[in-house]
């Protein structure tokens, strides 16, 4: 059975920054490209970030220059380190298998206070 399970999300001011995980089981993470997604309220979901299993990075033009995506296959975890947050970048951030779609873990909420 495939569980995502995200964390690492909270109430930051501007400027703050945010470490996230996700841990993933259930699927062979070390063969897998992985992406964070994040959805603000009446938004549409978008891709924030994506890695490669080789460890190759795109970026959301929103994000490129203040977020980091990393991954530790031994641990099976994807991290995006959020530098320089801003009053735009809140919403439920998530991770999932980036070429295809598993099961949609419970996310972790980020709000920036201004």
């Known amino acids: 059975q495939v569980q995502l399970v995200e964390s690492g999300g909270g109430l930051v001011q501007a400027g703050g920054s945010l470490r996230l995980s996700c841990a993933a089981s259930?699927?062979?993470?070390?063969?897998?490209?992985m992406g964070w997604y994040r959805q603000a309220p009446g938004k549409q979901r978008e891709l924030v970030a994506g890695?490669?299993?080789?460890?190759?990075?795109n970026y959301a033009d929103s994000v490129k220059g203040r977020v980091t995506i990393s991954r530790d296959n031994a641990k099976n975890t994807v991290y995006l380190q959020m530098n320089s947050l801003k009053p735009e970048d809140p919403a439920v951030y998530s991770c999932?298998?980036?070429?295809?779609?598993?099961?949609w873990g419970q996310g972790t909420q980020v709000t920036v206070s201004s």
């Open positions: 999932n298998v980036l070429y295809y779609k598993v099961s």
């Open positions: 259930g699927i062979i993470f070390s063969a897998n490209a």
């Open positions: 890695i490669t299993n080789d460890g190759s990075t």
